[in-house]
Each structure stands twice: as C-alpha cells, then as structure tokens.
T-cell receptor, first 110, second 114 residues
Framework: DQQVKQNSPSLSVQEGRISILNCDYT??????FLWYKKYPAEGPTFLIS?????DKNEDGRFTVFLNKSAKHLSLHIVPSQPGDSAVYFC?????????FGDGTTLTVKP | DAGVIQSPRHEVTEMGQEVTLRCKPI?????LFWYRQTMMRGLELLIY????????DSGMPEDRFSAKMPNASFSTLKIQPSEPRDSAVYFC????????????FGDGTRLSIL
C-alpha cells in the first residue's frame, strides 16, 4: 500500500517554461508535505514544504499547492532552469515519520 | 555548518560478510533516520531514533539488520550476514524535531554485495 504516489516517473520541459510535478496521497492524517530535490551521487535536499492547514506556499521560483479534498499536491517551478534538472521527491509526514514518493526525474532543456 | 556525514561512501564486499555503515548527524538535531533506496522499492525508511532511542524499526527488513545510536553524534547500521539483495544506497538523515521540519540527508553509502 503506497501512501504517497508520484505517478509521472519523468518530465521534460524547455528552459524558461513552467514545470509542474504532481503527488497524490491516501492518508488524511498527514499534517505536513515536503518536496526534496536530489542530484546524482548526493542525498536529497529540502526544497519547500506546506502545512495541511494551508493551500499554497511560495518560495521564489517554487510554489507548492495543496488540495486536501483531492489528496493532491503539486510543485510549480517558474521559470524552469537547466540547474533544476534533478529527481524530485514528494514526502508526507504524520505520526513521527516521513513517507516518500518514488520521485519524478525533471529534465530542463536549454 | 557541517552537514550529515556518512561513511564509507562506497562499500563492496562479499556475501556473508558483516557490513557497518556509519552516520554523524547535525549537531543539535533530535531525530536520526536511516533509509534505503533501491530501484524496486524507492526510498524506504528503515528505522528512526529520537534522542538516541529507537522509536520505530518496523522498516528494518529482517533480523540481519540492526541499528544503534550510542550517543547524540553517532549512529551505525549493521548488516550481518550480508546478502546480494542488500545492495542499495543507504541514507542517513537528521532533523530538529518532527512535524514539518525538513530532514537533512547525508550523501549516502552505496553498498554492493557480491
């Protein structure tokens, strides 16, 4: 039973355009959602988070949207840059631990 | 600021050998997590500690795996005996507290069991 799902294994966008990465979850008890970025041969690094009581959080080029009724969140990157090319993980936290999705590989083409 | 430090970065050993992975969390962080990443299962939580005490080890695959945290600045993950299916990247992470606090990951140990 996978509680956090990222249904798109990969996404390719042109530099300067918007990247939208999606994540679905099943457990309504999750209270925080986080996005991490991972480059090859490195550990994941935190990008942005959102509390379950909010529907939007913005940090520079990165915005996370949460739709609780649909149990869906998305990460928007505007404008996308080649340095954004990485694997993006969605994570959800509940009682003390985080559950991660399988990741989406984003490729931003110059 | 030093991040989470894991050693070794790479480990290649033969089946049946004991493997010990090491982690130094960020100073002052209360929580420490061990994860395993594989193509088949993604990033899965093995065990986590709060103030050096194991809280949830339900992700530990079997008795061959054990983890300890003797003090706030050091943790080990041990596999004995190792098997080829244990080959994966093992990550350690630490955080200040739970809730929305982000976890800070080390760069991982790439383990290959021949």
């Amino acid at each position: 039973d996978q509680q956090v799902k990222q249904n798109s294994p990969s996404l390719s966008v042109q530099e300067g355009r918007i990247s939208i990465l999606n994540c679905d979850y099943t457990n309504s008890m999750f209270d925080y959602f986080l996005w991490y970025k991972k480059y090859p041969a490195e550990g994941p690094t935190f990008l942005i988070s959102i509390s379950s009581i909010k529907d939007k959080n913005e940090d520079g080029r990165f915005t996370v949207f949460l739709n609780k009724s649909a149990k869906h969140l998305s990460l928007h990157i505007v404008p996308s840059q080649p340095g954004d090319s990485a694997v993006y993980f969605c994570a959800a936290t509940g009682t003390g631990k985080s559950t991660f999705g399988d990741g989406t590989t984003l490729t931003v083409k110059p | 600021d030093a991040g989470v430090i894991q050693s070794p970065r790479h480990e290649v050993t033969e089946m049946g050998q004991e493997v010990t992975l090491r982690c130094k969390p960020i100073s002052g962080h209360d929580y420490l997590f061990w994860y395993r990443q594989t193509m088949m299962r993604g990033l899965e939580l093995l065990i986590y500690f709060n103030n050096n005490v194991p809280i949830d080890d339900s992700g530990m695959p079997e008795d061959r795996f054990s983890a300890k945290m003797p003090n706030a600045s050091f943790s080990t993950l041990k596999i004995q005996p190792s098997e080829p299916r244990d080959s994966a990247v093992y990550f350690c992470a630490s955080s200040l507290r739970q809730g929305g606090q982000p976890q800070h990951f080390g760069d991982g140990t790439r383990l290959s069991i021949l």
